[in-house]
């Protein structure tokens, strides 16, 4: 059974940074050839799509974002440990909401939720104004 599991969630001010960490294990699942994607969901609204970084091929990783969160969020993803990364810098009131890490054994990276097959459970970022 493959596991993610996020962290690095919490509360912070208007301004301030944070750092997102999933761990993925488990099941047959190859961590390297996987589209690795965070999500978001506030209160009252759809899961929103946040950024993702494609499977590891001959040229590397590409990376890709919402409009609203570029220049200001970066993913990474670290293949040896099977981690993914999101560092989130000059947050704003509008970035609250619960993250989730997800993971698509497709062959090109997407933006929508449903064509991902791992999903870990959330980890809550609040940011204050």
Sequence with gaps: QVQL????????????SLRLSCTTSG???TFSRSNLGWFRQAPGKGREFVAQISRVTWSGSS??????VKGRFTISRDNA?????LQMNSLKPEDT???Y???SRELAATTTPSTYDYWGQG???????
């Design 123 to 129: 980890t809550q970022v609040t940011v204050s104004s």
């Design 63 to 68: 990376t890709y974002y919402v409009d609203s």
């Design 5 to 16: 599991v996020e962290s690095g969630g919490g509360l912070v001010q208007a301004g301030g």
């Design 97 to 99: 909401a619960v993250y």
């Design 81 to 85: 440990k099977n981690m993914v990364f």
């Design 101 to 103: 890490c997800a993971a």
């Design 27 to 29: 099941g047959t699942f």
